[in-house]
């Protein structure tokens, strides 16, 4: 008993080494992914601070001592109060950023996208937790919830309110590389002549970025290894640097902290200092990104890494530019204002590579950051439909998208090319960066109060101080809307009319859906007046109704007047939680009795789930409606949940592939080989008796328990010999055009904005595509909205 006890003692502290061995390697790679853009900062917050008449004119170490204040001070306010001890604390089943937080809000206040929600939805593993039950009627949360469910226009200004944040990030991601690169290679400039510098600066900027993005499809993780590393030595390079200035100039700056030096900055160079303000946010930018990237790492392992490097690196960088400049005063003329002005002239060419480095691994988190919340918003409905490739079989979210790239790449190089500096970027990436942050607090008021029932003062509280310092920085970022912050407003404009018109044309078509499905019993009268012909295989219907026969396949049917004998009514619906567990893929359903074979199945997806290729998900389609055949007979009970979706009864199913105790289905050639292994087998099996004609043969491998009926049987030998008959997809191509009568806005918006943006993106499809083996039969249909 002794030695037990003692062995569980060890193998309990072995556990906690590992678990503590796990988070600090995670810290370690956050370092690369999380904090490339927050730690290239230093490079151009003093340049973009000074660059104000009135304070770069100064003669006093007041204004210097200012400056360094509030950059202390927003660094500990913003990244480490707001970002590391709050917010982090509202992810969404582990993940973060602005869409997680609405998609939260959408699951405590039942306010969705699109109207297709069902009962079957709420019980999603991942959709109740971080659920922590009703809260009283009389509570200001209740009353909250209420309205948001009642009024629409509250449920638009929630969905604009994360449009704009999510806007606002993609100007993020042409802006940041942008300007970190530029910073970066403006290094040179210190080692030739002022004439001469833009003439190298600005192409070698370009360059750079042309090479970034052109690597993109390459995917992050062959060089992701690499990341961690540089970032770590830039951090120690600006700490150790920082260091030596502090000790070598002003060992006293450390004084700057007192927060009278921010009052006695804003007394003194008032205007100008208030403008200044837009140069000193931008020692925050890539905050967001601590919790936008949380889904790749946990809490623990942001906030270690944060704290124990990031901050105080970022600290001492600061303080010891402050240090350099309180003795060589920043002037246009005789010292100029920039980073590299405060290193060794012995370590200018060392530090300036490893900037350049530094800062494309910035830009490189923030472009996958917005490849990211691109593929959200396409889940959600909220973009048009784009070619997603995923360039890692192994880390989950390392994604490609190739037209979003190349857009990116051509606004990232205009930008570059049209501003040639800094001064103007700053501008422009700080308005961007601020509204982020100010979207954010906003949702997360609305979190503290919906989603945690916390009091509705806490939530107050919350908004109005980091409000209140956030819509300050925002003022003075957009006081400069002449001098670049019009940038982030133009960018973010276009992408919000495009993502709220594609949502609005989504809605309408789905509306006009709801509208036109016809009953069952419309069908089968049907026909016997047309003469319906049932033909061998399954044909699978797309659909984006949850109940109810679409108008697409009745105009199908009309003009040819046969289908299937095994039919299944196909709806891939995206849910507002970020993975559905593959035990809870599927909603399976029969239309009206079992003799029609005519099934319904809803295939569910978080908005960070992978998609499976054609073949798996053909397999597990069909393996989980004979799984529901199977389990859903009077003798068997093994079905998970049963909901009722407008008469019909609706299963939960998994797929097969994760449960061995289930059906499964095996397909091989029609010859002698594939002939001995059926009879090889000794496990309960349907098969058929090879016909000749046949290229495959499909076999159900049952469970051993419990018994199936006779009904049952029948119904598994129709699907396995539809099955050996193919697969035929129906897919309906519509085109959307509004009614006579429409306001011109509407006409405007459907006409043309919409279908514009339908025909010039990807067709709506299954999230599989079509196997080479599989027919396609596509449906035309005019949609009057």
Not at 66 to 77: D, H, R
Not at 215 to 229: N, S, V, W
Not at 264 to 292: D, H, V, Y
């Given at each position: 008993?002794?030695?037990?006890?003692?062995?569980?003692?060890?193998?309990?502290?072995?556990?906690?080494?590992?678990?503590?061995?796990?988070?600090?390697?995670?810290?370690?790679?956050?370092?690369?992914?999380?904090?490339?853009?927050?730690?290239?900062?230093?490079?151009?917050?003093?340049?973009?601070t000074?660059?104000?008449?009135?304070?770069?004119?100064?003669?006093s170490?007041?204004e210097?001592?200012?400056?360094?204040?509030?950059?202390?001070?927003?660094?500990?306010?913003?990244?480490?109060?707001?970002?590391?001890?709050?917010?982090?604390?509202?992810?969404?089943?582990?993940?973060?950023?602005?869409?997680?937080?609405y998609?939260?809000?959408c699951?405590?206040?039942?306010?969705?996208?699109?109207?297709?929600?069902?009962?079957?939805?709420?019980?999603?593993?991942?959709?109740?937790?971080?659920?922590?039950?009703?809260?009283?009627?009389?509570?200001?949360?209740?009353?909250?919830?209420?309205a948001?469910?009642?009024?629409?226009?509250?449920?638009?200004?929630?969905?604009?309110?994360?449009?704009?944040?999510?806007?606002?990030?993609?100007?993020d991601?042409?802006?940041?590389?942008?300007?970190?690169?530029?910073?970066?290679?403006?290094?040179?400039?210190?080692?030739m002549?002022?004439?001469?510098?833009?003439?190298?600066?600005?192409?070698?900027?370009?360059?750079?970025?042309?090479?970034l993005?052109a690597?993109?499809?390459?995917?992050?993780?062959?060089?992701?290894?690499?990341?961690?590393?540089?970032?770590?030595v830039?951090?120690?390079?600006?700490?150790?640097?920082?260091?030596?200035?502090i000790?070598?100039?002003?060992?006293?700056?450390?004084?700057?902290?007192?927060?009278?030096y921010m009052?006695?900055?804003?007394?003194?160079?008032?205007?100008?200092?208030?403008?200044?303000?837009?140069?000193?946010?931008?020692?925050?930018?890539?905050?967001?990104?601590?919790?936008?990237?949380l889904?790749?790492?946990?809490?623990?392992?942001?906030?270690?890494?944060?704290?124990?490097?990031v901050?105080?690196?970022?600290?001492l960088?600061y303080?010891?530019?402050?240090?350099?400049?309180?003795?060589?005063?920043?002037?246009?003329?005789?010292?100029?204002?920039?980073?590299?002005v405060?290193?060794?002239?012995?370590?200018?060419w060392?530090?300036?590579?490893?900037?350049?480095?530094?800062?494309?691994?910035g830009?490189?988190?923030?472009?996958?950051?917005?490849?990211?919340?691109?593929?959200?918003?396409?889940?959600?409905?909220?973009?048009?439909?784009?070619?997603?490739?995923?360039?890692?079989?192994?880390?989950?979210?390392?994604?490609?998208?190739?037209e979003?790239?190349?857009?990116?790449?051509?606004?990232?190089?205009?930008?570059?090319?049209?501003?040639r500096?800094?001064?103007?970027l700053?501008?422009?990436?700080?308005?961007?960066?601020?509204?982020?942050?100010l979207?954010?607090?906003?949702?997360?008021?609305?979190?503290?109060?919906?989603c945690?029932?916390?009091?509705?003062f806490?939530a107050i509280?919350?908004?109005?101080?980091?409000?209140?310092i956030?819509?300050?920085?925002?003022?003075?970022?957009?006081?400069?809307?002449?001098?670049?912050?019009?940038?982030?407003?133009?960018?973010s404009?276009?992408?919000?009319?495009v993502?709220?018109?594609?949502?609005?044309?989504?809605?309408?078509?789905?509306?006009?859906?709801?509208q036109?499905?016809v009953?069952?019993?419309?069908?089968?009268?049907?026909?016997?007046?047309?003469g319906?012909?049932?033909?061998?295989?399954?044909?699978v219907?797309?659909?984006?109704?949850?109940?109810?026969?679409p108008?697409?396949f009745?105009?199908?049917?009309?003009?040819?007047?046969?289908?299937?004998?095994v039919?299944?009514?196909?709806?891939i619906k995206?849910?507002?939680?970020?993975?559905?567990?593959?035990?809870?893929?599927?909603?399976?359903?029969?239309?009206?009795?079992?003799?029609?074979?005519?099934?319904?199945?809803?295939?569910r997806?978080?908005?960070?789930?992978?998609?499976?290729?054609?073949v798996?998900?053909?397999?597990?389609?069909?393996?989980?409606?004979?799984?529901?055949?199977?389990?859903?007979?009077?003798?068997?009970?093994?079905?998970?949940l049963?909901?009722?979706?407008?008469g019909?009864?609706?299963?939960?199913?998994?797929?097969?592939?994760?449960?061995?105790?289930?059906i499964?289905?095996?397909?091989?050639?029609?010859?002698?080989?594939?002939?001995?292994?059926y009879?090889?087998?000794d496990?309960?099996?349907?098969?058929?008796p090879?016909?000749?004609q046949?290229?495959?043969?499909?076999?159900?491998?049952?469970?051993?328990?419990?018994?199936?009926n006779?009904?049952a049987?029948?119904?598994?030998?129709?699907?396995r010999?539809?099955?050996?008959?193919?697969?035929?997809?129906?897919?309906?191509?519509?085109?959307?055009?509004?009614?006579q009568?429409?306001?011109?806005?509407?006409?405007?918006?459907?006409?043309?904005?919409?279908?514009?943006?339908?025909?010039?993106?990807?067709?709506?499809?299954?999230?599989?595509?079509?196997?080479?083996s599989?027919?396609?039969?596509?449906?035309?249909?005019?949609?009057?909205?």
């Open positions: 008993m002794v030695m037990d006890l003692e062995s569980g003692v060890v193998s309990e502290k072995n556990a906690k080494k590992d678990s503590w061995k796990t988070i600090l390697m995670m810290a370690y790679q956050s370092l690369g992914v999380v904090y490339g853009e927050l730690g290239t900062s230093p490079l151009y917050v003093y340049r973009n000074f660059a104000e008449e009135d304070i770069s004119h100064s003669k170490n007041d210097i001592y200012g400056v360094l204040s509030f950059v202390f001070w927003t660094l500990t306010i913003v990244p480490l109060l707001k970002y590391i001890f709050i917010v982090l604390k509202a992810d969404d089943n582990g993940e973060g950023g602005t869409f997680a937080l998609s939260l809000l699951r405590h206040a039942r306010v969705s996208s699109l109207p297709n929600t069902q009962l079957a939805d709420s019980e999603l593993t991942e959709y109740k937790m971080n659920v922590l039950g009703p809260s009283s009627q009389q509570s200001f949360g209740f009353k909250l919830k209420s948001l469910e009642k009024r629409r226009v509250l449920q638009k200004f929630l969905l604009v309110l994360a449009l704009i944040g999510t806007c606002m990030v993609i100007g991601g042409i802006l940041t590389p942008a300007i970190s690169v530029l910073s970066a290679v403006s290094g040179l400039e210190h080692t002549a002022k004439e001469h510098h833009q003439y190298i600066v600005i192409p070698i900027a370009c360059v750079v970025l042309i090479c993005f690597l993109q499809h390459y995917g992050t993780h062959r060089i992701g290894f690499l990341f961690a590393p540089i970032v770590i830039w951090l120690l390079c600006i700490s150790v640097i920082g260091l030596y200035n000790i070598h100039w002003n060992p006293r700056v450390y004084r700057a902290i007192s927060p009278r009052f006695q900055f804003l007394k003194k160079t008032q205007k100008g200092g208030w403008m200044s303000l837009g140069g000193i946010m931008l020692c925050i930018t890539g905050s967001e990104a601590m919790f936008a990237d889904g790749h790492f946990s809490q623990l392992s942001i906030k270690i890494a944060f704290t124990f490097m901050y105080p690196s970022l600290l960088a303080m010891g530019q402050a240090a350099y400049l309180s003795q060589h005063h920043p002037s246009s003329n005789e010292h100029p204002i920039g980073f590299y405060s290193v060794p002239d012995k370590l200018k060392p530090v300036l590579i490893i900037a350049v480095l530094a800062a494309v691994v830009s490189q988190a923030i472009i996958t950051g917005t490849f990211s919340i691109i593929k959200q918003c396409s889940a959600l409905g909220c973009f048009p439909r784009v070619k997603i490739i995923h360039t890692s079989s192994k880390v989950h979210g390392q994604i490609y998208i190739p979003v790239n190349w857009i990116l790449m051509l606004l990232c190089l205009a930008v570059t090319l049209g501003f500096d800094t001064k103007r700053g501008h422009a990436s700080g308005l961007a960066v601020i509204t982020v942050m979207v954010t607090t906003c949702l997360m008021s609305l979190v503290i109060v919906l945690w029932h916390r009091s509705v806490l509280g919350f908004i109005f101080f980091f409000g209140t956030e819509s300050l920085y925002f003022s003075a970022s957009l006081i400069k809307f002449l001098e670049g912050a019009w940038v982030p407003i133009a960018i404009l276009v992408f919000l009319i993502m709220y018109v594609w949502h609005y044309g989504t809605l309408k078509k789905f509306e006009f859906d709801i036109n499905k009953s069952i019993n419309w069908l089968l009268s049907l026909g016997r007046s047309l319906i012909v049932r033909v061998r295989g399954i044909g219907v797309q659909t984006e109704l949850v109940s109810g026969i108008g697409i009745t105009h199908f049917v009309t003009n040819i007047p046969a289908f299937h004998q039919l299944v009514f196909l709806c995206h849910v507002p939680v970020p993975h559905v567990r593959p035990e809870e893929r599927f909603l399976i359903g029969r239309i009206d009795t079992s003799e029609y074979r005519l099934y319904r199945c809803i295939a997806y978080g908005y960070r789930d992978v998609h499976k290729d054609d798996e998900f053909e397999n597990d389609l069909i393996c989980s409606i004979a799984e529901f055949i199977r389990s859903g007979t009077p003798q068997s009970s093994d079905c998970k049963d909901f009722d979706t407008d019909e009864k609706m299963s939960v199913v998994g797929t097969s592939s994760n449960h061995e105790d289930r499964q289905m095996a397909e091989t050639d029609n010859d002698e080989d594939s002939e001995e292994l009879q090889a087998s496990t309960r099996e349907i098969r058929s090879a016909p000749v046949l290229r495959k043969r499909v076999r159900f491998i049952l469970p051993e328990s419990p018994k199936i006779t009904d049987m029948e119904e598994l030998h129709d699907l010999e539809a099955r050996e008959g193919g697969v035929a997809y129906i897919i309906g191509r519509s085109h959307m055009k509004s009614k009568g429409s306001s011109m806005l509407k006409r405007v918006s459907i006409d043309f904005i919409y279908e514009f943006l339908r025909k010039n993106s990807r067709e709506a499809d299954f999230p599989v595509g079509l196997s080479h599989s027919s396609t039969l596509e449906v035309g249909m005019m949609y009057l909205v």
